[in-house]
T-cell receptor
Framework: QKEVEQDPGPLSVPEGAIVSLNCTYSNSAFQYFMWYRQYSRKGPELLMYTYSSGNKEDGRFTAQVDKSSKYISLFIRDSQPSDSATYLCAMSAISGYSTLTFGKGTMLLVSP | GAVVSQHPSWVICKSGTSVKIECRSLDFQATTMFWYRQFPKQSLMLMATSNEGSKATYEQGVEKDKFLINHASLTLSTLTVTSAHPEDSSFYIC???????????FGPGTRLTVL
């Protein structure tokens, strides 16, 4: 079993839809969770950063972490064609000293 | 937000030559920088972790003599691909970590094509 599992997609939705992106993980030591957005041929851009379990909201984006289920989610409300990109989840165990473990990324396509 | 730059953004070179890629944190100091490689439709693969003033730590399977990393200052790390071959063609991305956090900010990447 891989440490971080993420469905590669593509996930196709119409403009305005609510998008749900998910990752599962196996390492219970992970405490820090991130979501990155990567446009084609560009570096990843940090979208959300959360610590431990709970929700965090930023504009149209909401990140959820359920450590008991080892499951994290990113919700995008009112999706736009400009949201079309690959979304990578990442996580780590110890702040400041551990490297990130990435999922393979989910490709999202939002059609106008 | 924090900005990380990479130079060059793309490079084409002949087989057997060496290529240097620069990674700079523009508005913050990064004691740790990371180098990743990404093949088409694949996720980021960590190559090495670079700490300012010390030797880089390479991931298993990454040849340290082929991928030379130097982190001479708190804002600059370089990756040199020595004696490049076509199989080294890839998208190389660096990131810089904000001190005492796990927040990494990524550069825009460098596309290397070896002919």
């Amino acid at each position: 079993q891989k440490e971080v599992e993420q469905d590669p997609g593509p996930l196709s939705v119409p403009e305005g839809a609510i998008v749900s992106l998910n990752c599962t993980y196996s390492n219970s030591a992970f405490q820090y969770f991130m979501w990155y957005r990567q446009y084609s041929r560009k570096g990843p851009e940090l979208l959300m950063y959360t610590y431990s379990s709970g929700n965090k909201e930023d504009g149209r984006f909401t990140a959820q972490v359920d450590k008991s289920s080892k499951y994290i989610s990113l919700f995008i409300r009112d999706s736009q064609p400009s949201d079309s990109a690959t979304y990578l989840c990442a996580m780590s165990a110890i702040s400041g000293y551990s490297t990130l473990t990435f999922g393979k990324g989910t490709m999202l396509l939002v059609s106008p | 937000g924090a900005v990380v730059s990479q130079h060059p953004s793309w490079v084409i070179c002949k087989s057997g030559t060496s290529v240097k890629i620069e990674c700079r944190s523009l508005d913050f100091q990064a004691t740790t920088m990371f180098w990743y490689r990404q093949f088409p439709k694949q996720s980021l693969m960590l190559m090495a972790t670079s700490n300012e003033g010390s030797k880089a730590t390479y991931e298993q399977g990454v040849e340290k003599d082929k991928f030379l990393i130097n982190h001479a200052s708190l804002t600059l790390s370089t990756l040199t691909v020595t004696s490049a071959h076509p199989e080294d063609s890839s998208f190389y991305i660096c990131s810089a970590r904000v001190a005492d956090t796990d927040t990494q900010y990524f550069g825009p990447g460098t596309r290397l094509t070896v002919l």
